[in-house]
């Protein structure tokens, strides 16, 4: 119990919250881009406008088919040199976890809006209605209900995604809890017991969140 | 689907062209402007350097900064070449990341244990050694191995990824199988789980280690020479001078030795082992 | 990035079949498992219902490479030694069951009770009714996730990467870092992944779109 004591001593602790700190950051601002750029990617995809969407389709398929690891090495290595831009570990692991999720969930959105098509465009079209009028009052209320829970379970692999980016020495959870048993082998078991419950309770908090929704939506 | 049969066949044609094109532009290197300018007028300097290896540069998780030889060389030179007042970024690499964080413009020079070989400065500029070391080999107090000669088919050997001493090993012992894990932490770590019979790299690194767990010794001497330099990008022969310069002053004045002892002036059997 | 291929084709090769390896294996061993603890978690009984969805939380709601992690360090220092493919085997199993259990459970429970009573009345016997009336259905609800697992599990195996798994990502890691040249090393590797995964997933998305419209015309 002694080992648990010292493992846990306020500044080991004050390390390992800077680090959660750090993954909260990185996924609350990939979760806002990535929800953006796919809902948009997901939209033309699923409107099938003549070429547009099949390099949107393209893109997508080529980026939700690779490992994430892959595509933070490639941001933080391989782009600087092609673009001629640079930017730090936080950035570059925000931009690789943007792309990544962006198309997973362009996927998710295009999928969640063709299941409740089927049919009811042309229904709400005949009865007059235009096709964004029939999206927005028909298609998507319908089809955001069935999208929220694989939505969410996509943010919780995103977050804890995140620790993929300790290779890249990004100062997160994952990394600072390396560093702490790195330097002291006897804290291995708390530090990743610390690590189990830190991610659980934010990836749950997460899950939650997603029932609440389905919640309130069930009812209105 | 939107895809009819022909697009098939597309989508595989398009992807190899597409990735032969994105290939070819990775080629060309961020256009590097004159480093030492740059710095002197923004007063800010990045350094790459280790936070994971004891002596050289660790993260001290109190005060949440890296210490260490390296650090403290970096910091002296800073102020020689930039003046007291210059902001030190100190931006943390592991091997594997060292080399492409350089030539990507995301550090000015790279102090980070880093040996001179001809393939790296085929990529990147040294100045002069500022410190050298010698690959050797850490084992579990009491292993059967007491040198890189016994290293034989059946063992394994811990080395990390883009360090030389991988390399260097292999050469050594040709039939050790070697495992490359991504930080000398992990790799520390990999040893004490017993996945590896022995660890691989700098004596100083080993030796590092060894103070840390004195459960682990540094075996067997030196079997290479590992000069470390500090490299910055090709064309940065302005910063390139001013830091052989500085190293030299330092080592004149007696500031080199004062960082060095403060260092290694109590690890047992490190002067030997050179 | 050809120029990869010719020099480093063995060591890439080599990565993409273990790559291919630890899939597999992970893949039925969580097909196994995650189908367990579906099980578990339709149970009429209390316990085992409470056991499937602790595990079932507790697994996918943890980082893969803190599990994996565990089984590369904890685990040998404690219990049993196991080397970093194995290691990253075992954490793929069980991070991906946890998925699988959710699939599975979710397939046999879309599929309506009130059809088994149905099939039953009309003559058929159990094995019969499951045969020819549920299996069919909970198949066509369950394959297209199922291999959406498998996709996800062929990209996070590059968790090996970080145990020394001699996996595709780990042989990348490593000829990126002896020849330099980062991105063409990086295009490589995601080129072999995508002769696995990209297949895959066009084939998925083929049999959901066959057996959705299948439905609607029943």
């Known amino acids: 119990m002694n080992t648990f004591a010292q493992a846990y001593q306020w500044v080991n602790l004050r390390y390992l919250l800077e680090g959660l700190w750090i993954t909260v950051e990185v996924s609350v601002i990939s979760i806002i881009f990535s929800f953006l750029i796919g809902a948009v990617f997901g939209l033309l995809r699923y409107m099938k406008i003549k070429y547009l969407s099949m390099i949107v389709g393209f893109i997508v398929d080529i980026i939700r088919n690779l490992p994430l690891l892959l595509i933070i090495f490639f941001t933080y290595f391989g782009l600087p040199n092609i673009l001629g831009v640079r930017f730090n570990t936080l950035w570059a692991t925000i931009i690789a976890m943007t792309v990544f999720e962006s198309a997973m969930l362009a996927e998710i959105i295009r999928s969640g809006i063709l299941a409740v098509d089927r049919g009811q465009m042309e229904a709400a079209r005949s009865n007059g209605l235009t096709y964004w009028q029939a999206m927005y009052h028909i298609i998507l209320p319908q089809a955001i209900k069935k999208m929220i829970p694989p939505i969410v379970s996509q943010f919780i692999s995103l977050v804890k995604d995140t620790s993929l980016a300790t290779i890249i020495v990004l100062p997160e959870l994952m990394y600072h809890a390396q560093v702490i048993y790195g330097q002291n082998t006897n804290f291995m078991i708390p530090m990743f017991l610390a690590l189990a419950v830190l991610y659980f309770i934010v990836c749950y908090a997460l899950s939650l969140l997603s029932r609440f929704l389905d919640r309130k939506l069930s009812e209105a | ?274 | 990035m050809f120029e990869i291929f010719q020099n480093y084709g063995s060591q890439l090769w080599s990565g993409f079949g273990y790559t291919l390896l630890s899939s597999l294996y992970a893949l039925i061993g969580s097909l196994v498992i995650g189908t367990l603890f579906a099980l578990f978690e339709i149970s009429p009984i209390k316990p085992p219902r409470v056991i499937g969805k602790i595990y079932v939380e507790i697994f996918r709601n943890i980082p893969l490479l803190v599990i994996a992690m565990i089984f590369y360090i904890v685990v040998p220092q404690y219990f049993a030694k196991i080397d970093g493919f194995t290691a990253g085997t075992i954490g793929l199993t069980i991070y991906t069951s946890a998925f699988i259990a959710e699939t599975v459970r979710a397939g046999i429970e879309s599929v309506d009770v009130g059809q088994m009573e149905a099939a039953r009345s009309n003559g058929m016997t159990y094995i019969q009714a499951m045969r020819f009336i549920i299996l069919p259905q909970a198949i066509k609800i369950v394959v297209p996730p199922l291999g959406n697992q498998f996709i996800n599990l062929v990209k996070n195996s590059s968790v090996l990467a970080f145990l020394a798994g001699f996996d595709l990502m780990y042989q990348g890691n490593i000829i990126a870092s002896t020849t330099f040249k980062t991105t063409d090393t990086y295009f490589a590797v995601g080129l072999l992944y995508l002769i696995i995964t990209l297949p895959m997933s066009y084939l998925m998305r083929y049999l959901e779109k066959k057996w959705s419209t299948e439905g609607d015309e029943a």
């Open chain 2, 1 to 274: 689907m939107r895809l009819k049969k022909k697009n098939w066949l597309l989508i595989p044609m398009l992807l190899v062209l597409g990735l032969t094109v994105l290939a070819g532009c990775g080629q060309k290197s961020v256009a590097s402007e004159d480093v030492l300018a740059r710095d002197k007028a923004n007063k800010t300097v990045v350094w790459g350097v280790k936070s994971d290896t004891r002596l050289f540069g660790l993260m001290d998780i109190k005060t949440n900064q890296i210490q260490g030889f390296d650090i403290d060389i970096a910091k002296e030179l800073s102020h020689r070449i930039y003046g007291k007042d210059v902001k030190i970024d100190l931006v943390p690499v592991t091997s594997n990341t060292r080399l492409p964080l350089l030539k990507n413009g995301n550090v000015d020079a790279l102090i980070a244990t880093m040996t001179i070989t001809p393939e790296r400065q085929k990529q990147v500029d040294f100045s002069d050694v500022y410190f050298d070391a010698g690959q050797a080999i850490l084992v579990k107090k009491g292993s059967p191995i007491k040198s890189v000669k016994d290293l034989k088919a059946g063992t394994k050997v811990i080395g990390v990824q883009g360090s030389n001493s991988v390399d260097n090993v292999k050469k050594a012992a040709p039939d050790t199988r070697v495992l490359q894990l991504a930080d000398y932490a992990q790799a520390f770590t990999a040893l004490k789980s017993g996945q590896g019979d022995a660890l691989t790299t700098d004596n100083g690194i080993l030796y590092g280690m060894s103070s840390d767990d004195p459960n682990y010794v540094v075996v067997g001497g030196t079997f290479t020479n590992e000069p470390y330099g500090i490299a910055v990008n090709k064309g940065q022969k302005p910063f390139l001078k001013a830091i052989n310069k500085n190293l030299k002053a330092m080592r004149q004045d007696g500031t080199y030795h004062k960082i060095e002892q403060k260092w290694f002036g109590k690890i047992q059997g490190f002067h030997q082992g050179r």
